[in-house]
C-alpha cells in the first residue's frame, strides 16, 4: 500500500489526567483518540457528512488498543492516523501516539468503523471522493499495532446479565448515562466508555495477588501495582443519553507475564450487552517502572479468583 500515516494531534499529558500508578489514564489517551478522529473524518472529507446537521454517522464497531510505554505528566505527544482498510461501508482505520522527544511509540489504537444513516444506523456506502481520499492514508499497520495477547476474531458476544450473574461476576460498574458523557448525538462518547470501564477496575480487588507478588518476589517487599497492556472491545450497541449501564468484571486466568480480565458492559433493564472488553495487564514494579514476572505463588493467588472460560 502506497499511503502514509498524517499527523492528526499533537499536544502533552496533563498532570491531572494522570491516575494513582502516575501516568497517563486510559479515559485520557481515548480522549486524544476522539479528537484524531475528528481530524481524520476532516481529511477525508466526510466532515459535512457526519456533523450534527449531516445525515450519516461514524458508528465504532469494535476497537483493539496497546499501550506500550508509559506517558507521564508533562510527557510531549502526537499522534499520526492512517486506515488499514477501506470497505463498501465500513473501515479500519489506526491511530499511533507516540513520544515527541524520542519517537518511541507510546500506544497505538485501531477502531473498526461503519459509515451508517444517523437515524436508523443502516449502513451506507462511502462517498466517492471519501474512497479517493483514504488511498492518501492507506497503510499497513506497524509491528507495535498488531495483537499480541489477545485475538480479534470474535465469533459472538455472548455476554448477558443472566449469563454474568449464573458466573458469579463481580458488579464492577454502574450508572446512568450523563449528557456531559455524550456526542451531538447524544450517545455515549468513546472516551466517556473507556472511562466506565477505567472506574470499574478498582472493583476487581487486585490487591489481593498483588500482595502475595509483593511478598514473594526474591529482593523482599516492593510497592506492586498493575498496567493494562492490551484492550479489545466489541460494541453491540451505542447507549444514549438516560441509559443506564452496568459493569459485571471476572478475572480470566494469566501467564507468569500478563494478567486476562473481562468486562461485560451490560444494560440493566433488559439484561442486553452494550458491550464486551477482554484487557491484558502487568504486574509494574512503581518504584523500578518495569513489569514484574508473576511468582508462582502469585499466579496461584490470580487463579483462585478467576472465572474459567471468561470471555466475550
Not at 38 to 63: I, M, N, P
Request: one cysteine or more; charged letters at 25%.
Amino acid at each position: 500500500m502506497s499511503g502514509k500515516p498524517v499527523e492528526v494531534w499533537r499536544g502533552c499529558a496533563n498532570a491531572w489526567e494522570c491516575d494513582h500508578v502516575g501516568h497517563l489514564n486510559t479515559r485520557y489517551y481515548v480522549v486524544r483518540v476522539e479528537q484524531a478522529l475528528a481530524e481524520l473524518t476532516r481529511r477525508l472529507e466526510l466532515a459535512d457528512f457526519v456533523s450534527a446537521a449531516g445525515k450519516h454517522r461514524l458508528l465504532v464497531r469494535s476497537q483493539h488498543m496497546r499501550f506500550l510505554r508509559e506517558a507521564r505528566a508533562g510527557t510531549a505527544l502526537h499522534a499520526t492516523g492512517q486506515v488499514l482498510s477501506w470497505g463498501r461501508d465500513d473501515a479500519q482505520v489506526l491511530f499511533v501516539i507516540s513520544h515527541s522527544v524520542s519517537g518511541q511509540v507510546a500506544a497505538t489504537f485501531r477502531l473498526s468503523l461503519a459509515f451508517v444513516e444517523r437515524d436508523s444506523e443502516r449502513p451506507c456506502p462511502w462517498p466517492e471522493h471519501a474512497a479517493r481520499a483514504a488511498a492518501a492514508f492507506t497503510c499497513d499497520a506497524p509491528e507495535e499495532a498488531k495483537p499480541r495477547s489477545v485475538s480479534l476474531d470474535v465469533a459472538e458476544v455472548t455476554a448477558s446479565l443472566e449469563r454474568a450473574r449464573q458466573l458469579n461476576m463481580q458488579t464492577t460498574g454502574f450508572g446512568v448515562i450523563m449528557p456531559d458523557a455524550c456526542d451531538a448525538d447524544g450517545r455515549w462518547r468513546l472516551s466517556a466508555f473507556m472511562a466506565r470501564v477505567a472506574e470499574s477496575i478498582p472493583h476487581l480487588r487486585n490487591d489481593t495477588w498483588r500482595n502475595v507478588l509483593a511478598n514473594t518476589t526474591p529482593g523482599g517487599p516492593r510497592r506492586v501495582g498493575s498496567a493494562l497492556t492490551e484492550f479489545h472491545a466489541v460494541h453491540v450497541r451505542w447507549p444514549r443519553v438516560g441509559d443506564c449501564c452496568e459493569v459485571r468484571s471476572g478475572f480470566a486466568g494469566c501467564t507468569e507475564r500478563v494478567t486476562y480480565s473481562s468486562h461485560w458492559l451490560l444494560d440493566p433493564r433488559t439484561g442486553a450487552p452494550w458491550a464486551a472488553v477482554r484487557t491484558v495487564g502487568i504486574a509494574l514494579d512503581l518504584d523500578a517502572r518495569r513489569s514484574l514476572p508473576l511468582t508462582a505463588e502469585a499466579q496461584a493467588a490470580f487463579r483462585a479468583s478467576s472465572v474459567e472460560g471468561l470471555g466475550f
